[in-house]
């Protein structure tokens, strides 16, 4: 904190080095400095997470609360709704991410070529959907993806299907959806980071590696990927969070019904923080079952980035 | 050394600008508390009003402030669009964490959820009995309103179902408008089965996860997912049970096209895809927006369970209004209020001619747009069947959870489609998840 001062009073050194009330009122100036970010970190980030933590020793029904302990916690094993949602997660999260991360690391290897032409058309055309918004398409997805959308449409006139796939009717095929459209919006965003990590990659490296002889593929498992490690290991980390905190999809494809009393079919759809929302706005207000729900999404994704940075390896 | 002393300034601005945004804030409300004391006697303030959908909620409070506007210049109103989801979101927010500015006066609440808030948040709402006369409201929003002996809200528009068909799809297939006046579900099963057959076109759209139907033949019979002192009755629920049991049948039959969401649900019969549609009276809106189907369109009475003690009429959704306690203009808002919506005979004939909203205000049905013919509906009188029918809904004590028993049950309907779980099995296991979740 005091090293902003000496820079900016050069000229004084001799004043400066002698006087050593005045270095502490300086460092009173870089603690006045520094305040404010910390002031506003302590109250808009730590307070709520202790006061979220006590708040999920609650029950509450709306300003009605009594102590429960860790009461909510044990009633969460017992939750089907929570673990459906838990599941649901889950499988989003094994089958969804992988997927795309393996797209996103195909096409920045592909993309990343030289001899191929219109190379920025084509990493602008993929990175595209990462800046539309994440309700608008949704609702498009969903348009596309009705009985009668545009998708059966076009699989029924190419002869690949005979009847329409009740893509958002039937819990396998409303989970698909989801993940085809995550994987349409979220594939670029990651594709970009490879992208980036693969400027690093000296050329020199698959030079020789041709002279040897290496095959494409070989190049891609044993130069692209271990060059591409650190990244890979922070896209995943990062599409896990996304992942276990999934909510605009879920909410967005399965809002509406006359009421919509599940979250897609039979649920299949619920996630963890629709469930959230859920405990919060649409059922009997119980904030705090809400918190220790939240915190378990913390926990979870806790676990999952310590086990990806162990298996990763990554040991400096 | 230039760039720290740039980052530091811009620091000192931020904080600044920051600062001065909360001061800006302070003041702002400062100037809204110095209207207030000042304002009941002389009727002078600002009511603002949160409520969601433009085209029928909104526009409602517009003509309600011109028609208190008139009588009063010098009352402002703020009415506030929210998306329904929106205005209960704000709503939790901030009753639970207790701040009073920035409250509206008035909210819109839905009936279903209308218990949870006033349990929820004691102290929140205005008491409006006695300022209010609630006799003259249909009794069953009257009672949804009412906690403790104490009346909370203003009954708004109701959620009469009805049994809308299409005339032409049903003569085709041989029935007359006699032949659908009060029947049970199982005849709608047969009949739809017959419109399949003779036009091919499906009876009903149906959302495989939409508990809407179900709470239409719930209430229909007196029943809920809960008994008057709010206890669970879901697996020993015989309404309940048969209603499960219809829901498989319709599937089964082969006489829905399967929509989801809203959007479908509403577009399977404006294309002409459905031959009829069995809901609350707040979709009027809905069909006649399809102009070409005019005349080609009738109302029924919504069709009964098999069971003792179900009547053909029902409801569905509905809301009403509610003070809040801690509103800067709370005496001037119920004023408003009890001058129109509990007193303005005129301004629910128009709401009716314009918007098609049926008010639960009993003197107004009595009005002559509630005895117009509609050309829409083959010049039926739709309004008043639908205002005879208000009369004949059961009262059921929606609870605190429609919405955790509504979710609880449709999820277990995909097993009973299936026919992976009897019904018994079914509604024992969502009884089971709904006790675990409410904490009973």
């Known amino acids: 904190m005091a090293e902003i001062t000496p820079n900016s009073l050069k000229k004084n050194t001799k004043f400066f080095k002698r006087n050593k009330s005045f270095e502490r009122s300086l460092n009173i100036y870089g603690w006045i400095f520094v305040s404010i970010a910390v002031i506003l970190l302590a109250i808009f980030l730590f307070y709520p997470i202790v006061n979220s933590l006590i708040l999920s020793t609650m029950s509450s029904k709306g300003i009605v609360q009594k102590f429960v302990g860790l009461n909510n916690y044990k009633k969460l094993f017992h939750d089907e709704v929570f673990l459906t949602g838990l599941k649901n997660t889950f499988i989003f999260f094994i089958i969804q991410v992988p997927i795309m991360l393996l797209l996103a690391l195909i096409l920045a290897a592909i993309l990343n070529d030289k001899t191929i032409k219109f190379r920025g058309v084509f990493r602008t055309g993929i990175f595209l959907p990462a800046v539309t918004s994440l309700v608008a398409y949704t609702i498009l997805f969903k348009m596309m993806f009705s009985l009668d959308g545009f998708i059966n449409k076009g699989l029924l006139s190419m002869h690949i299907i005979k009847n329409p796939i009740p893509w958002l009717m039937d819990p396998f095929w409303a989970r698909v959806t989801v993940m085809i459209a995550m994987t349409w919006r979220w594939t670029g965003y990651n594709m970009v980071f490879y992208l980036s990590g693969l400027q690093n990659v000296p050329d020199e490296l698959y030079e020789a590696a041709d002279i040897d002889g290496a095959s494409k593929m070989q190049q891609f498992f044993h130069i692209t990927i271990p060059m591409l490690k650190p990244i890979i290991v922070f896209t995943s980390v990062m599409s896990t969070i996304g992942t276990l905190q999934l909510f605009d999809e879920p909410m967005n494809f399965s809002q509406g019904g006359v009421t919509g009393a599940t979250i897609g079919p039979g649920n299949s759809l619920l996630t963890m923080s629709v469930y959230i929302y859920n405990l919060c706005f649409k059922y009997m207000p119980n904030f705090g079952y809400a918190a220790a729900v939240s915190y378990v999404i913390v926990f979870l994704v806790a676990i999952l980035s310590i086990i990806q940075f162990k298996v990763a390896g990554d040991k400096k | ?440």
């Open chain 2, 1 to 440: 050394m230039k760039k720290r002393m740039l980052s530091i300034l811009l620091v000192m601005v931020l904080a600044v600008s920051l600062l001065a945004g909360c001061g800006k804030k302070e003041t702002s409300s400062n100037q809204e508390q110095q209207q207030q004391p000042q304002a009941p006697a002389e009727k002078t303030g600002k009511i603002t009003i949160w409520a969601w959908d433009p085209n029928f909620n909104i526009a409602i409070m517009n003509e309600a402030k011109e028609r208190y506007q008139k009588e009063n210049p010098k009352v402002e109103f703020e009415i506030v669009e929210m998306a329904k989801a929106d205005v209960e979101q704000k709503l939790h927010t901030m009753l639970q964490s207790g701040v009073k500015d920035g409250l509206p006066d008035i909210v819109l609440i839905e009936d279903y959820n209308a218990q949870k808030y006033l349990q929820s948040y004691p102290g929140a709402f205005a008491d409006l009995t006695g300022k209010i006369d609630h006799s003259k409201f249909a009794n069953y929003k009257v009672s949804l309103m009412t906690l403790d002996g104490k009346v909370y809200g203003v009954p708004f528009d109701s959620g009469v179902s009805g049994f809308f068909y299409r005339t032409d799809y049903l003569a085709q297939a041989g029935y007359k408008p006699e032949d659908l006046n009060n029947i049970t579900w199982d005849k709608f099963i047969e009949i739809g089965k017959k419109v399949k057959a003779k036009t091919g076109k499906a009876m009903l759209g149906f959302g495989l996860d939409d508990g809407g139907l179900m709470r239409i033949m719930l209430q229909s019979a007196g029943q809920w997912y809960f008994d008057k002192d709010g206890n669970v009755t879901v697996a020993n629920n015989e309404a309940l049970k048969e209603a499960v049991a219809t829901y498989k049948k319709i599937v089964d039959a082969g006489i829905i096209k399967k929509t989801s969401g809203w959007n479908e649900w509403v577009a399977a019969f404006n294309k002409g895809d459905t031959a009829s549609v069995v809901t609350g009276v707040w979709i009027v809106g809905s069909v006649k927006a399809e102009a070409s189907q005019s005349g080609k369109w009738a109302v029924a009475p919504t069709p009964k369970l098999n069971v003792s003690g179900s009547v053909n009429a029902s409801n569905l959704g509905g809301s009403s209004w509610y003070v809040l306690e801690n509103g800067k203009s709370k005496d001037i808002a119920i004023d408003f209020l009890n001058k129109i919506y509990a007193g303005d005979n005129d301004f629910y004939q128009k709401i009716l001619v314009d918007r098609g909203a049926v008010g639960t205000y009993m003197p107004a049905q009595g009005g002559e747009a509630y005895s117009k013919e509609d050309a829409f509906f083959g010049n039926q009188k739709v309004y008043t069947d639908f205002s005879g029918w208000i009369g004949n809904i059961p009262a059921v004590n929606y609870g605190l959870y429609t919405y955790e028993a509504d979710a609880a049950i449709m999820a277990v309907m995909p097993d009973v489609y299936s026919g992976k779980l009897t019904v018994d099995a079914a509604l024992k296991k969502a009884e089971d998840q709904l006790k675990n979740q409410i904490g009973k």
